[in-house]
Nanobody
Framework: QVQLVESGGGLVQPGGSLRLSCAASGISSSGNNMAWYRQAPGKQRDLVAVIMRGGTTNYADSVKGRFTISRDNAKNTVYLQMNSLKPDDTAVYYC?????????WGQGTQVTVSS
């Protein structure tokens, strides 16, 4: 059974940082493309960052230079380091794994940026 479990969300002040984790089981994070999406209330779910199976990364324009996606193969975990957070970054953040093994989503973790 494939599971993606996100953690690390919370309440942070503008300008602060958070690191989200996505722990994968039943699927190899290094053998698949891994991505972070986010969904704010009343809005669609949008791509934030992706790390391809070969290691290539891509980011939404709104987070370039502030967010970094990375992967720890030994821990089968993908991270999203978020710096210089803004109120507009407030959303539920979801982890997605996709590739030959199929497509899977985590349950999401709430990130709230507010003073």
């Amino acid at each position: 059974q494939v599971q993606l479990v996100e953690s690390g969300g919370g309440l942070v002040q503008p300008g602060g940082s958070l690191r989200l984790s996505c722990a994968a089981s039943g699927i190899s994070s290094s053998g698949n493309n891994m991505a972070w999406y986010r969904q704010a209330p009343g809005k669609q779910r949008d791509l934030v960052a992706v790390i391809m199976r070969g290691g290539t990364t891509n980011y939404a324009d709104s987070v370039k230079g502030r967010f970094t996606i990375s992967r720890d193969n030994a821990k089968n975990t993908v991270y999203l380091q978020m710096n210089s957070l803004k109120p507009d970054d407030t959303a539920v953040y979801y982890c997605k794994a996709y590739g030959l093994a199929g497509l899977y989503w985590g349950q999401g973790t709430q990130v709230t940026v507010s003073s």
